[in-house]
C-alpha cells in the first residue's frame, strides 16, 4: 500500500492531481482512513501493531505530499519567472519634457529687470472699448491715427453707450495707461505686459502679438530719466554693458515729444549682432505723456508729467535668441518649441 500511495503521490504532476491523491489516501473515504477504521474489528494485540503502523504510513504520506505540494509550487514559480523576465538591457524610450515658450522667458525676464528698478507690474483686458484704446489717448475721433492700427472691431455691447459701446480688441497695452492713472494718484511706476491685437499677417506681423509697456509719472521725471530707464533695460536685458541707445524723432498722439528707440547693432554679410557696431535697429516707441492725456485721466499736468513707453515682445526675444521667423512663434511646433523653448 504504501508504494502504491507514495507512487500515486510522485505521479501527481499537478497541484489538482496531488490534492486527488490527497482525498485517495487520506480522506474521508480514503485508502488509510479505511484501514483505520477497520481497527476495531481486531484484537488488542493486533489493533495495538497495525495502529501503529497506519499511523507512521499516514505521516509518511502526508509528508509526502506536503513535499511534492512544495515542489510543485516551486516549479510553477520558476516557470513564471522564465516567462516574465525583464530585459533590462533594452535602453528606455527618452523621456519629452515640456519647455517654456520663448515669449514666457522673454516676458520673465523683463519683469525681473523692471522690477528691480522698483516697477509694479499691472494688466487690463484684452476686449477694450474705443475709449480706453483711442479717445482717452489722444486720439480724436476720424483722426487717421486711428486707421494705422488696423483694429479688431467687435459688435457694439448694447448695454453701455458712447465709447463704452464701442468694442474691440485693444491694439496696444497703452490701454493700461489709462486705466492706471484712473485709478491711481500719482507717483505711477508701471509696467504691463500682454496681448494685443491688429489684423495683419506676414514675416514681421502676427494678428496677435504681445507688447511691454512702461508709465512713470511724477512731479519732475523728465525726457533723461526715460532715456537713462530705456539705456539700463537694454544693456540688462541684452547683457551688454556698452550697448548703445539712440532716439529718433517720432509721433504718437498720446506723447509728446514722441521717440523712437534704437539700439547699436552690427550687420555683415547679411548678419545681425547687436552690440556697438555700425548701424541701428529699432525696439520701440517712447514719450513724454501728452498733457491732454493726463486731463483725460483726471490727473493734473501742471503738477504732473511723466513718460512712457512701449515695445514688442515677440522682436525682443527674436533679437536676443535668433529667432528669424515671427509667425513660428503661434504655429505650436513641437519641434520649434524644444529648439527655442527652455528648460523649467
Ligand atoms: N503704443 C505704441 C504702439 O503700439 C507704443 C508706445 C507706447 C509709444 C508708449 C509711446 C509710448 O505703437
Redesign the pocket.
Known sequence: LKTELTQMVEQATDLAALDAARVAALGKNGRITALMKNLGTMTPDERKETGAALNVLKDEIADLIARQDAALKKQAMDQKLAAETIDITLSPRPERKGHIHPISQTMDEIAAIFADMGFVINEGPDIEDDFHNFTA?NFPPGHPAREM?DTFYLPDDPDAVGEAAKKLLR????TV?VRTMMKQKPPIRMIVMGR?YRSDYDMTHTPMFH?C???VIDKSTNMGHLKGCLLDFVRAYFNIDDLPLRFRP?F?P??EP??EVDIGCSRKDGGLKIGAGDSWLEI????M?HPNVLKNCGIDPDEYQG??????IERMAMLKYGIPDLRTFFESDVRWLEHYGFDP
Not at 171 to 174: F, K, L, P, Q
Not at 284 to 287: A, D, R, S, V, Y
Not at 307 to 312: E, I, K, L, P
Open positions: 489717448l492700427h491694439t496696444h497695452t497703452s495707461q494685443t507688447q509697456e512702461g508709465l517720432s504718437f498720446f506723447t514722441s521717440a520701440g516707441g517712447c514719450g505723456v513718460f512712457a513707453f512701449g515695445m514688442g
